[in-house]
């Protein structure tokens, strides 16, 4: 019996050995996927992060556009510095003395002026009523496609470009121009209609870039900075102040 035993034993091992590795089968585990909940948590995160990066975005984007519609006013500045030069210190056109206010008529959106004779066609090269220097990045679709208007106080009381002093402000104080509501179509900032002394509140946009910041505004001494509203304001009529300046006429007037 023992060596029977011993026989198949040892035809048994030989029969293993002959089997070959092809011939075997492997189980591998299969990797276990996400669970409901786990997936629910990545989702969470990535939506805080989101939520946490889109108001950095925002800022810096508002803060860019900022910038460009400065360089603009810059760039509108140094525009009317050339047209002063020509034209003896005044800073930008007017139309003829109105002969009841005794006031200088403005060129923009007066009934029968042709587009192409508005001031910025006076002003800028080439000579186009709409140039796009005239819309700053954060003024969507603005009326008559142009963003700032000029403050026609200045041209009232005669104003001409190189005053250290109007009223009882400095230069560095006195508002050119300013960025207007965006349905408006004016191109200037004029006296009121006899209830308040200015059409600042109307047709000057206070908040074009954020509530912190307001508006941009260019300045008799051509710097340009933002500004809320109630410190700009104080720049746009310097008169009410105090002390006038008796009106003069423009060249040709």
């Excluded at 400095?170 to 209830?195: A, H, I, L, P, W």
Aim: aromatic fraction near 8%; hydrophobic fraction near 35%; include cysteine.
């Amino acid at each position: 019996m023992g060596r029977a035993g011993s026989r198949e034993r040892a035809v048994i091992v030989g029969k293993s050995s002959e089997l070959k590795p092809s011939s075997l089968t492997f189980r591998i585990a299969a990797p276990a996927g996400f669970s409901l909940v786990e997936l629910l948590v990545v989702i969470g995160i990535i939506g805080i992060l989101v939520s946490l990066l889109m108001p950095a975005l925002a800022r810096v984007r508002q803060h860019a556009n900022s910038v460009k519609c400065q360089s603009n006013l810059y760039q509108i500045g140094s525009a009317l510095q050339m047209y002063s030069n020509e034209y003896r210190g005044w800073l930008y056109p007017v139309g003829p003395k109105d002969p009841i206010t005794g006031v200088p008529k403005t060129l923009g959106l007066e009934p029968g002026l042709p587009k192409e004779d508005r001031w910025p066609s006076l002003v800028f090269d080439p000579h186009v009523w709409n140039p796009p220097i005239m819309l700053c990045p954060s003024d969507f679709e603005p009326a008559e496609e142009h963003s700032y208007l000029l403050n026609k106080h200045l041209a009232d009381r005669g104003v001409r470009f190189g005053r250290s002093r109007v009223g009882q402000l400095d230069s560095t104080q006195v508002v050119v121009m300013g960025e207007k509501v965006s349905s408006q179509g004016d191109y200037y900032m004029s006296r009121g209609n006899g209830f308040e002394p200015s059409e600042f509140f109307r047709v000057v946009e206070p908040y074009r870039h954020g509530a912190r910041l307001g508006s941009n505004y260019l300045y008799l001494d051509m710097h340009v900075s933002t500004a809320l509203p109630n410190d700009a304001v104080r720049g746009v009529d310097p008169w009410d102040l105090g002390m006038g300046i008796t009106p003069t006429t423009q060249p040709g007037q």
